[in-house]
Protein backbone atom coordinates (compact mmCIF):
# COMPACT_ATOMS: atom_id res chain seq x y z
CA UNK A 1 0.00 0.00 0.00
CA UNK A 2 1.34 3.63 -0.85
CA UNK A 3 2.28 5.69 1.84
CA UNK A 4 3.80 8.71 3.10
CA UNK A 5 5.10 9.25 6.74
CA UNK A 6 6.26 12.69 8.36
CA UNK A 7 8.58 12.99 11.12
CA UNK A 8 8.29 14.06 13.76
CA UNK A 9 4.50 15.52 14.18
CA UNK A 10 5.36 18.20 16.13
CA UNK A 11 8.94 20.14 16.31
CA UNK A 12 9.72 23.65 18.58
CA UNK A 13 12.80 25.41 17.97
CA UNK A 14 14.64 28.63 19.45
CA UNK A 15 14.63 31.26 16.57
CA UNK A 16 17.85 30.19 14.85
CA UNK A 17 17.75 26.61 16.07
CA UNK A 18 18.22 25.01 12.64
CA UNK A 19 16.72 21.38 12.18
CA UNK A 20 15.38 19.39 9.46
CA UNK A 21 11.68 17.69 8.91
CA UNK A 22 11.05 14.05 7.18
CA UNK A 23 9.31 12.80 4.86
CA UNK A 24 9.34 9.04 3.80
CA UNK A 25 7.43 7.38 0.98
CA UNK A 26 6.87 3.94 -0.08
CA UNK A 27 4.99 4.41 -3.16
CA UNK A 28 4.87 2.54 -6.43
CA UNK A 29 6.01 4.67 -9.74
CA UNK A 30 6.85 8.16 -7.78
CA UNK A 31 6.43 10.71 -10.29
CA UNK A 32 7.65 13.70 -7.74
CA UNK A 33 7.54 15.18 -3.95
CA UNK A 34 5.52 18.40 -3.08
CA UNK A 35 6.16 20.45 -0.15
CA UNK A 36 3.61 22.65 1.29
CA UNK A 37 3.17 25.41 4.10
CA UNK A 38 -0.02 25.59 6.05
CA UNK A 39 -1.23 28.46 8.40
CA UNK A 40 -3.94 27.68 10.94
CA UNK A 41 -7.13 28.62 8.64
CA UNK A 42 -5.52 28.14 5.32
CA UNK A 43 -5.16 25.87 2.44
CA UNK A 44 -1.41 24.10 1.71
CA UNK A 45 1.02 27.11 0.18
CA UNK A 46 3.09 25.23 -2.08
CA UNK A 47 7.18 25.51 -1.95
CA UNK A 48 8.57 23.69 -3.88
CA UNK A 49 8.52 20.23 -6.46
CA UNK A 50 11.34 17.82 -6.82
CA UNK A 51 11.19 15.23 -9.48
CA UNK A 52 14.46 12.54 -8.92
CA UNK A 53 16.52 12.10 -6.15
CA UNK A 54 19.58 14.12 -5.76
CA UNK A 55 17.50 17.13 -6.81
CA UNK A 56 17.49 20.27 -4.61
CA UNK A 57 15.50 23.27 -4.29
CA UNK A 58 15.86 26.61 -2.43
CA UNK A 59 13.45 29.12 -1.09
CA UNK A 60 14.98 31.78 1.50
CA UNK A 61 15.44 29.78 4.71
CA UNK A 62 14.02 26.16 3.35
CA UNK A 63 16.08 23.93 1.30
CA UNK A 64 14.19 20.90 0.25
CA UNK A 65 16.25 17.73 -1.07
CA UNK A 66 15.12 14.05 -2.46
CA UNK A 67 16.37 10.58 -1.91
CA UNK A 68 14.97 7.53 -3.43
CA UNK A 69 13.36 6.79 -0.26
CA UNK A 70 12.57 10.06 1.62
CA UNK A 71 12.67 13.89 1.16
CA UNK A 72 14.20 16.18 3.73
CA UNK A 73 12.86 19.75 4.82
CA UNK A 74 15.91 21.29 5.97
CA UNK A 75 15.00 24.80 7.75
CA UNK A 76 18.25 27.26 8.35
CA UNK A 77 18.15 29.61 11.23
CA UNK A 78 14.32 29.98 11.28
CA UNK A 79 12.18 32.62 12.34
CA UNK A 80 9.20 33.03 14.72
CA UNK A 81 6.90 33.56 11.22
CA UNK A 82 8.03 30.15 9.80
CA UNK A 83 5.79 28.49 12.17
CA UNK A 84 3.48 26.83 10.31
CA UNK A 85 2.34 22.76 9.25
CA UNK A 86 4.87 21.26 6.59
CA UNK A 87 3.23 19.28 3.93
CA UNK A 88 5.25 16.58 2.05
CA UNK A 89 3.07 14.94 -0.79
CA UNK A 90 3.85 12.27 -3.57
CA UNK A 91 2.71 12.33 -6.82
CA UNK A 92 2.34 9.10 -8.48
CA UNK A 93 0.76 7.40 -11.58
CA UNK A 94 -2.55 6.78 -11.32
CA UNK A 95 -4.00 3.33 -11.95
CA UNK A 96 -5.19 4.40 -15.47
CA UNK A 97 -1.82 5.71 -16.54
CA UNK A 98 -2.95 9.04 -17.70
CA UNK A 99 -3.21 11.08 -14.85
CA UNK A 100 -1.08 11.58 -11.83
CA UNK A 101 -2.98 11.05 -8.07
CA UNK A 102 -1.35 12.71 -4.87
CA UNK A 103 -1.29 11.50 -1.83
CA UNK A 104 -0.12 13.49 1.70
CA UNK A 105 1.15 13.14 4.71
CA UNK A 106 -0.11 14.06 8.17
CA UNK A 107 2.30 17.05 8.16
CA UNK A 108 4.98 18.45 10.52
CA UNK A 109 3.57 21.13 12.71
CA UNK A 110 6.89 23.35 13.18
CA UNK A 111 6.85 26.24 16.23
CA UNK A 112 9.64 28.64 16.11
CA UNK A 113 10.07 30.75 19.52
CA UNK A 114 11.55 34.50 19.80
CA UNK B 1 -4.09 37.50 -10.10
CA UNK B 2 -7.23 35.54 -7.73
CA UNK B 3 -6.36 32.78 -6.58
CA UNK B 4 -8.82 29.53 -5.93
CA UNK B 5 -11.86 30.53 -4.31
CA UNK B 6 -13.80 28.75 -1.98
CA UNK B 7 -17.51 29.89 -0.59
CA UNK B 8 -18.90 29.82 1.64
CA UNK B 9 -15.63 29.97 4.40
CA UNK B 10 -17.82 28.69 7.27
CA UNK B 11 -21.43 26.74 6.51
CA UNK B 12 -23.53 25.29 9.51
CA UNK B 13 -26.00 22.51 8.52
CA UNK B 14 -28.52 20.33 10.77
CA UNK B 15 -28.11 16.77 10.66
CA UNK B 16 -30.25 15.20 7.57
CA UNK B 17 -29.59 18.95 5.29
CA UNK B 18 -27.91 19.09 2.22
CA UNK B 19 -24.46 20.69 2.10
CA UNK B 20 -23.03 22.64 -1.29
CA UNK B 21 -19.50 23.89 -1.29
CA UNK B 22 -18.46 25.86 -4.42
CA UNK B 23 -14.73 26.06 -5.48
CA UNK B 24 -13.67 28.16 -8.68
CA UNK B 25 -10.55 27.46 -9.89
CA UNK B 26 -7.69 29.74 -10.92
CA UNK B 27 -7.95 31.70 -14.18
CA UNK B 28 -6.80 29.12 -17.11
CA UNK B 29 -6.80 26.33 -14.66
CA UNK B 30 -9.29 23.27 -15.74
CA UNK B 31 -8.27 20.52 -13.21
CA UNK B 32 -10.10 21.02 -9.99
CA UNK B 33 -9.36 18.50 -7.34
CA UNK B 34 -10.86 17.98 -3.86
CA UNK B 35 -9.78 17.11 -0.38
CA UNK B 36 -11.07 16.38 3.21
CA UNK B 37 -9.03 17.30 6.14
CA UNK B 38 -10.08 16.64 9.66
CA UNK B 39 -7.90 17.50 12.66
CA UNK B 40 -4.51 15.88 13.62
CA UNK B 41 -5.25 13.86 9.78
CA UNK B 42 -3.77 14.64 6.66
CA UNK B 43 -5.48 15.54 3.54
CA UNK B 44 -7.63 13.04 2.19
CA UNK B 45 -7.75 12.88 -1.43
CA UNK B 46 -11.64 13.00 -2.49
CA UNK B 47 -12.63 13.70 -6.41
CA UNK B 48 -10.44 14.89 -9.52
CA UNK B 49 -12.37 16.31 -12.15
CA UNK B 50 -11.72 18.16 -15.27
CA UNK B 51 -14.73 20.45 -17.16
CA UNK B 52 -17.51 18.08 -17.18
CA UNK B 53 -15.76 14.47 -16.76
CA UNK B 54 -15.29 12.86 -13.59
CA UNK B 55 -11.77 11.66 -13.78
CA UNK B 56 -11.51 10.43 -10.52
CA UNK B 57 -13.75 9.94 -7.56
CA UNK B 58 -11.97 6.42 -5.88
CA UNK B 59 -11.94 8.79 -2.93
CA UNK B 60 -15.16 9.90 -2.16
CA UNK B 61 -17.83 7.92 -0.78
CA UNK B 62 -20.20 6.32 -2.75
CA UNK B 63 -23.76 7.25 -1.06
CA UNK B 64 -24.40 10.79 -0.41
CA UNK B 65 -21.38 12.51 -2.13
CA UNK B 66 -21.22 14.11 -5.65
CA UNK B 67 -19.12 16.10 -7.40
CA UNK B 68 -19.23 18.03 -10.81
CA UNK B 69 -17.15 20.84 -12.57
CA UNK B 70 -19.71 21.86 -15.07
CA UNK B 71 -18.78 24.06 -18.72
CA UNK B 72 -19.09 27.22 -17.52
CA UNK B 73 -19.44 28.37 -13.51
CA UNK B 74 -17.59 26.57 -9.91
CA UNK B 75 -17.12 23.34 -9.08
CA UNK B 76 -19.55 21.87 -6.86
CA UNK B 77 -19.05 19.22 -3.79
CA UNK B 78 -22.26 18.71 -2.75
CA UNK B 79 -23.28 16.02 0.18
CA UNK B 80 -27.06 14.81 0.77
CA UNK B 81 -28.19 14.15 3.91
CA UNK B 82 -25.34 15.49 6.12
CA UNK B 83 -24.10 13.36 9.38
CA UNK B 84 -21.88 14.35 12.17
CA UNK B 85 -18.56 12.52 10.60
CA UNK B 86 -19.25 15.20 7.41
CA UNK B 87 -17.71 18.01 10.09
CA UNK B 88 -14.29 18.36 8.05
CA UNK B 89 -12.72 21.21 6.20
CA UNK B 90 -13.04 20.72 2.77
CA UNK B 91 -10.46 22.18 0.32
CA UNK B 92 -10.32 22.70 -3.58
CA UNK B 93 -7.14 22.50 -5.59
CA UNK B 94 -6.92 23.61 -9.11
CA UNK B 95 -4.08 23.00 -11.68
CA UNK B 96 -3.89 24.33 -15.40
CA UNK B 97 -3.05 20.74 -16.72
CA UNK B 98 -1.89 17.21 -15.35
CA UNK B 99 0.80 17.63 -12.16
CA UNK B 100 3.40 16.08 -13.80
CA UNK B 101 4.69 20.01 -14.57
CA UNK B 102 2.63 21.56 -12.45
CA UNK B 103 1.29 21.78 -8.44
CA UNK B 104 -1.93 22.08 -7.61
CA UNK B 105 -2.78 25.34 -6.17
CA UNK B 106 -5.37 25.23 -2.89
CA UNK B 107 -8.15 27.79 -1.72
CA UNK B 108 -8.82 28.08 1.99
CA UNK B 109 -11.19 25.86 2.23
CA UNK B 110 -14.64 25.24 3.68
CA UNK B 111 -15.01 24.54 7.12
CA UNK B 112 -18.49 22.42 7.24
CA UNK B 113 -19.75 22.07 11.07
CA UNK B 114 -22.68 19.83 11.46
CA UNK B 115 -25.53 20.24 14.36
Known amino acids: EDQVTQSPEALRLQEGESSSLNCSYTVSGLRGLFWYRQDPGKGPEFLFTLYSAGEEKEKERLKATLTKKESFLHITAPKPEDSATYLC???????????????FGIGTKLQVIP | NAGVMQNPRHLVRRRGQEARLRCSPMKGHSHVYWYRQLPEEGLKFMVYLQKENIIDESGMPKERFSAEFPKEGPSILRIQQVVRGDSAAYFC?????????????FGDGTRLSIL
Open chain 2, 93 to 105: ASSPGQLFNQPQH
Open chain 1, 89 to 103: AVLMRGKSGGYQKVT
